[in-house]
């Protein structure tokens, strides 16, 4: 398997050593990957004034998967928006058709009390959010900023979704929900917006074939609420790209820190980019602090959806499992008694568990 591993800016390049360490770990034991790094994001603008070079697409392209750590800096905020590292980002996903992306929400029992919110309400959370990637107001045209007859600007962005985006997205979730609980909590704003009344009525032609799921609708203000007042009642959540960019980084502070949720961007065949949910935080680069369990459970998703190798996946979940009960904690996740460790530390305390 070749795997094209784009660390990028921020803690990226800290928390995919620690995957690349976990694959290296893997490799001792008779795995075969083979790994090419490329610059992505602010440090592909560094290498190739662009913040997606040809280079790094033509070898994402090529692999058989992308290993992603995050995007962006704030030095980078007054550059023209085309050359910004968010739009490598959304080039990456667009141009690989990584319409598909999975951010399972998973609470580590020992984790309970991490969260900020009380155990009770989080203890034994297991949600899988199924965010549109590749439409919605992130790409829909007509967009830009412009100056009006009265000399004022306007910003412009459009919201819009077809049937066939609609429908694949929604067939996942469906999929997703079969092997789990049977349940699809599809996310809009069908009061107010026309994009999302298609949506749900996509959704509700979709759950005809699928007569053991149940499907539920709510509106994306109710789910936000209920997202904190009652989260174990979610099995699978599905929405378009900006509610689920949103929801996402809510649901994974139920999990007691953004750095623990793992994602999977998939193409209709499977091709993946696995990266963590969590952005670069250019805050705490290079300190060698932040959490790399999104990144190495990312990897664990990675051989579940796209080599099919459930086995390996489990090893690496077991893993993250096993150093979580030993007491391991990065600082965003830490609580008295435990051990404190670095980035690096808890992916040296991974390799040792596998
Ligand atoms: C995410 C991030 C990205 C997004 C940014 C960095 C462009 O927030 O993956 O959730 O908005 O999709
Ligand atoms: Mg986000």
Known sequence: MKLAVLPGDGIGPEIVAQAVKVLDA???DGLQVEMEEAPIGGAGYEAA??????????LAQEADAVL???????????LPRDLRPERGLLRIRKGLNLFANLRPALLY????SASTLKPEV???LDLMIVRELTGDIYFGQPRGISTLEDGQREGINTMRYNETEIRRIGRIAFDIAMKRNKKVCSVDKANVLESTELWRQVMIEIARDYPEVELSHMYVDNAAMQLVRAPKQFDVMVTGNIFGDILSDEASMLTGSIGMLPSASLDEHNKGMYEPSHGSAPDIAGKDIANPLATILSVAMMFKYSFDDEATASRIDNAVKKVIAAGYRTGDIWTEGCTKVSCSGMGDAVVAAL
């Open 26 to 28: 893997l490799r001792h």
């Open 49 to 58: 004034k662009d913040p997606l070079p040809e280079a790094t697409f033509k």
């Open 68 to 78: 992603l750590g995050a995007v962006g800096d704030w030095k980078y905020d007054s």
């Open 109 to 112: 029992p020992e984790l309970a």
């Open 122 to 124: 989080v203890a034994g």
